[in-house]
């Protein structure tokens, strides 16, 4: 298959754009290809009614492809495995990263096994594209976004098992995308909210990010995330920034692969820019692919606004076609229908014994299951934006209980009665099923008052293995690295006695600390503050947020702050809209919008009694208050 660069201007720029629709009606992406020679898909949850529908409708949207544009589409999709699935029907149940990184000490193969698995059942349902393996590496435990979809928190480990799981993808005839470049392990915003930023210079970046992409293989794709480092490039995130796609990942790296974006959607971006300006920013980068993936209308802002700065001279010709050229080279390889029949039942067996394997005996040995046990574990839910709310919604509390014939209690992840859990499991064994409860304080609580209590626990770390974070340990501490079915059948495997091989993939601070009380809860406050500034919080919803009395919030915020919750408030609001007045072109109740204040009035007043000027004469004398961005950005 030849595929010849003589399109339309539209067509070309089609080429440059990936988009989602909101039905699983191929009819309607049929539709927008027609009218507007978009030149890429990528499919959701919401688009996928099972494994058979998926085939009939990639094959009519390739038809579509190439009648109205000439050129077949990347069809792309987010199957990483674990938690982060859009396809659950009439394909395998893989596991996710940080399980295959637990379960590759005792089975080396498990990275490869799983990129054939994957690879191979998407092929056959004309899926050429998918947006995975994750090359991040998971260095920081408070990280909301990433976590069990990192292999570890060793770069070196995350180098080796991403190559071989891409590897493997790419060899049963679908084009692998690493994501997120430069590498989203160390941040603590999830950039589906909000811009992160990583303040390491080249040097440290080259220590722990950058290793995943210095080694002797990368994929045909990478993308690039929504998040500035700021000693690299203060003023764009990596998505849109010359300096890191151009400068750093294709010349120094020397990547001649194809450049794709995370979604533009996300607040990350579309908070700090224009989708607009963003396009064009991103070609102008060397990005080759924007994925636009749920708006039709933004998608047509990108599309037109990009049309329009080829004629401005704002983008040349040139920059198209350079991406055009790549984006066609790789079409050739892998837009091609490949006869192959996958062997499911096989290939479930092969996802069970490496599930199995996963399962990790991180401390002490299980107690004996009996009569006076007791199960108390939270249900399922969702943790980040990158993972389908309740798809499978499980109740790990309920399926041992009637397991094992004993008694159980299910709880919210983030509201449940302390009390009432304490009062029913007193005198008893327990089996205490968390998610993330590091990052959920009415679960950490719970787990603090239990050991504390001295209650027999046997600790099950549904997620990421941190719940024991400056915490004592329980008797007992098993690790499942995801929430999903195959991860519960696994478990229910171990209890009964199988052995659990699997190792952490990452490290657990062994100096363990006990309850830090009125300061571990402040500091929560402080930061649940510090990610909803932009969010209509207040006194009121913060105390409920964390299960105190507004007085008690008071008194426990001045006496550590010296200053009142709303004075505290409005200091970080008012350095988010110093930083957005100076480095974007937003108008000025946008920006007050995105900072948490929606009366332009009262806006206005408390800015000018902060720092003696209005928010235009503050943005058009930017000169003389430059020392206060850069004490904002320190």
């Known amino acids: 298959m030849i595929l010849k660069m003589n399109m339309t201007l539209e067509q070309k720029i089609g080429q440059l754009l990936m988009i989602g629709w909101q039905s699983n009606k191929v009819e309607d992406i049929i539709e927008i290809i027609k009218n507007y020679h978009f030149g890429n898909i990528i499919l959701f949850t919401r688009n996928i009614k099972n494994a058979n529908h998926l085939k ?16 077949p589409a990347f069809i792309a999709i987010d199957q990483e495995g ?13 596991p996710g990263h940080m399980a295959i990184g637990a379960a590759s ?12 698995i994957l690879a191979g059942e998407l092929k056959d349902l004309g899926v050429n594209m998918v947006l995975a393996p994750i090359a991040d590496v998971n260095s920081n435990p408070q990280n909301p976004i990433i976590a069990i979809r990192a292999f570890s928190d060793d770069p070196h480990y995350v180098s080796k098992l991403a190559s071989e799981m891409s590897q493997a993808i790419q060899e049963e005839g679908v084009l692998s995308t690493y994501k997120h470049f430069i590498g989203h392990g160390d941040v603590s915003l999830d950039s589906h909210l909000d811009l992160p930023y990583v303040n390491k210079n080249i040097d440290e970046l080259k220590h722990i990010e950058l290793i995943p992409y210095m080694g002797n293989y990368l994929p045909d794709a990478i993308m690039i995330a929504h998040i500035l480092y700021k000693k690299l490039d203060d003023r764009f995130p990596a998505s849109i920034s010359y300096k890191i796609i151009n400068d750093l990942l294709r010349k120094e790296i020397g990547y001649e692969g194809l450049v794709v974006s995370d979604c533009f959607e996300m607040e990350a971006l579309s908070r700090a820019f224009s989708l607009d300006n963003a396009g064009i920013f991103a070609v102008n980068a060397t990005s080759d692919i924007s994925i636009i993936s749920h708006s039709f209308g933004k998608q047509l802002t990108v599309r037109n606004s ?26 050739e390889k892998y837009c091609f229908e490949k006869e192959t029949i996958s062997d499911l039942e096989r290939n479930q067996e092969v996802a069970d014994a490496i599930s199995l394997a996963s399962i990790t005996l991180a401390h002490g040995t299980p107690f ?9 574990g939270v249900t399922n839910y969702l943790q980040s934006f990158a993972e389908d709310a309740n798809v499978e919604n499980i109740d790990v509390a309920k399926v041992i209980g009637e397991t094992f014939s004993i008694p159980y209690f299910s709880i919210d992840s983030k509201k449940f009665n302390l009390n009432e859990v304490q009062s029913l499991v007193i005198g008893k064994k327990i089996i205490l099923a968390l998610s993330d409860s590091h990052l959920t304080l009415v679960q950490k609580v719970l787990y603090t008052n239990l050991v504390q209590s001295g209650e027999r626990i046997m600790l099950i770390s549904l997620r990421t293995p941190y719940d024991v974070l400056d915490q004592s340990m329980p008797e007992c501490h098993i690790c499942l690295y995801e929430y999903t079915q195959l991860s519960i059948q696994s478990l229910i495997r171990v209890l009964k006695g199988n052995e659990a091989k699997g190792k952490l993939p990452v490290k657990i601070d062994k100096d363990q600390k006990v309850h830090k ?12 503050i510090d990610k909803n500034y932009s969010k209509q919080i207040t006194l009121a919803s913060v105390a409920d947020e964390f299960l105190i009395t507004r007085e008690h919030l008071c008194r426990i915020f001045k006496a550590k702050h010296h200053i009142t919750f709303l004075s505290y408030l409005n200091q970080v609001r008012i350095s988010k809209v110093k930083h957005l007045l100076l480095t974007t072109n937003l108008r000025i109740n946008e920006i007050a919008n995105l900072c948490g204040y929606f009366d332009i009035n009262y806006f206005n007043r408390l800015f000018k009694k902060s ?4 928010p235009s004469y503050f ?7 430059d020392k206060e961005l850069s004490d904002f950005q320190d």
């Open 368 to 376: 004996e299951i009996d009569e006076n046990t007791i199960v108390v």
């Open 105 to 116: 000490f005792n089975r080396p193969q498990a990275a490869n096994e799983v990129g054939h």
């Open 611 to 614: 720092t003696g000027a209005t």
């Open 517 to 528: 009380g009125k300061g571990f809860l402040i500091d929560n406050i402080i930061e649940y």
């Open 619 to 625: 943005r058009d004398n930017h000169g003389y208050y």
């Open 82 to 94: 674990g938690n982060v699935r859009r396809i659950y029907d009439g394909v395998t149940r893989i």
């Open 306 to 331: 990009l049309l329009k700065a080829v004629n401005t001279g704002k983008v040349t010709i040139e920059q198209i076609n350079q991406s055009l050229a790549r984006i066609l080279k790789y079409k």
């Open 56 to 71: 009939e409708m990639t094959k009519e949207i390739q038809e579509a492809a190439i009648k109205f544009n000439s050129v």
